[in-house]
């Protein structure tokens, strides 16, 4: 299967591997050194299978980082811009990168600004990374404590992603992941928003046919508004909430959040402002707030510090001059962009979340 995003094509499922050695034999590549970026957990579990599959990488050379999101900055570029530089990396090369959204954004940035860029490919491995971080061109790396706060826009010469890596992620790094195709399906489709619920993520038989999906849906989005001026805006519904959220855990120690699971708390407070204020029928809002709450449990969220909170929501890089902006839906399926939110109302929404069952 193949999605055609603006440059480059989205590989997915069956066909992926070879895709990729039919582009590595294509003329632009026939004399270009490759070398793949990678962490150790994808090194230990994906790239055998790559290798294994791939017989024209089997003498490319392998740049690993430790993983972590913490890894994701300027230094641990700084050490692949240097690994470059003393293999005399020309400009021909093209970089691989397989792993999860740090390995995608940390790689696709060290390429797109080595020697003013040279090309780069993304195997993603991480459900994260397969239907959300590798398509969409946004690149880059934490610095200061920032997310994402210095990078680019480019795009990759070509995405495959092999729905099999799936296999070795642990649950709950798949569950964060699944929080963006529950998103998907929010905004997008009401008739994939069914097929998500009915999923039962411990034993998924059709993980092509998701990624596919959540990539056309992602891809169309990307493609109607690349520099986020409206519709691109939609793929921020449950993040306005979510990402105060998951800041805020950051201060509690052994207490962390993954991603999604921030994501997930967020999407049912925006849910509950767009009940309020959007029309949302009650009913699904319960829908939502249901399937979430039975996939996600409930986490103890503390919001006595409100002032401390809405600190964290007004630095949410999304802003312009102050002002906080959330992305709503009327209806699952139908969104609504720019929508402004009283204080009062998210902290309602906060309450909603902490009361309900
Ligand atoms: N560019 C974008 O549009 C965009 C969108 C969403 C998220 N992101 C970024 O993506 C990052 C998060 O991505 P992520 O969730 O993939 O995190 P990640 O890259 O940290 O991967 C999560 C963990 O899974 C491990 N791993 C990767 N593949 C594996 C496999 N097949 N089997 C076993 N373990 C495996 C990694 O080593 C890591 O420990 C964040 O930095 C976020 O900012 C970017
Ligand atoms: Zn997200």
């Known amino acids: 299967m193949k999605v055609n995003a603006s440059t480059y094509n989205v590989h997915v499922g069956e066909g992926v591997f070879k895709a990729l050695e039919e582009l590595l034999a294509s003329d632009k590549y026939k004399n270009s050194n490759i070398y793949i970026i990678a962490d150790e957990n994808s090194v230990e579990h994906c790239l055998p299978i790559l290798l294994d599959e791939v017989e024209s990488l089997k003498e490319a050379g392998v740049l690993q980082i430790e993983s972590g999101e913490e890894n994701k900055n300027l230094q641990t570029c700084i050490d692949i811009w240097g690994a470059l530089t003393d293999g005399n990396v020309d400009r021909k090369a093209v970089v691989i990168n397989l792993g999860g959204g740090v390995i995608g954004?940390?790689?696709?940035?060290?390429?797109?600004?080595?020697?003013?860029?040279?090309?780069?490919?993304?195997?993603?491995?991480?459900?994260?990374?397969?239907?959300?971080?590798?398509?969409?061109?946004?690149?880059?790396?934490?610095?200061?404590?920032?997310?994402?706060?210095?990078?680019?826009?480019n795009n990759p010469q070509g995405v495959f992603a092999h729905a099999g890596f799936?296999?070795?992620?642990?649950?709950?790094?798949?569950?964060?992941?699944?929080?963006?195709?529950?998103?998907?399906?929010?905004?997008?489709?009401?008739?994939?928003?069914?097929?998500?619920?009915r999923t039962d993520l411990e034993s998924v038989e059709d993980w092509d046919d998701i990624i596919f999906r959540s990539i056309e849906i992602k891809n169309k989005i990307v493609l109607e508004d690349p520099t986020e001026q409206g519709a691109r805006k939609s793929l921020n519904f449950g993040h306005t909430i979510g990402h105060a959220i998951e800041s805020s855990f950051l201060g509690i120690e052994g207490k962390h959040l993954l991603h999604g699971e921030a994501i997930a708390i967020g999407m049912i407070c925006e849910a509950f402002v767009s009940y309020k204020i959007a029309d949302l029928p009650l009913n699904e809002l319960d829908d939502i707030t249901d399937y979430i709450l039975a996939l996600y449990g409930k986490q103890d969220i503390d919001i006595s510090d409100e002032e401390g909170f809405m600190n964290y929501l007004k630095n949410d890089k999304k802003n312009q001059a102050g002002e906080t902006r959330f992305t709503l839906i009327s209806r699952v399926g139908n969104y609504l962009v720019?929508?402004?939110?009283?204080?009062?109302?998210?902290?309602e929404a906060l309450n909603f979340y902490k009361k309900e069952r």
């Open 105 to 153: 954004d940390m790689g696709g940035f060290v390429a797109s600004t080595y020697k003013r860029g040279i090309d780069f490919i993304n195997i993603p491995t991480t459900l994260l990374s397969q239907v959300d971080a590798s398509i969409g061109g946004k690149l880059g790396i934490d610095f200061e404590r920032l997310k994402n706060h210095i990078g680019v826009f």
């Open 338 to 347: 720019d929508k402004q939110v009283s204080q009062d109302l998210i902290f």
């Open 166 to 197: 799936l296999s070795t992620l642990s649950y709950e790094e798949l569950r964060s992941g699944y929080a963006e195709v529950i998103k998907h399906g929010i905004i997008a489709d009401a008739d994939y928003w069914k097929k998500v619920k």
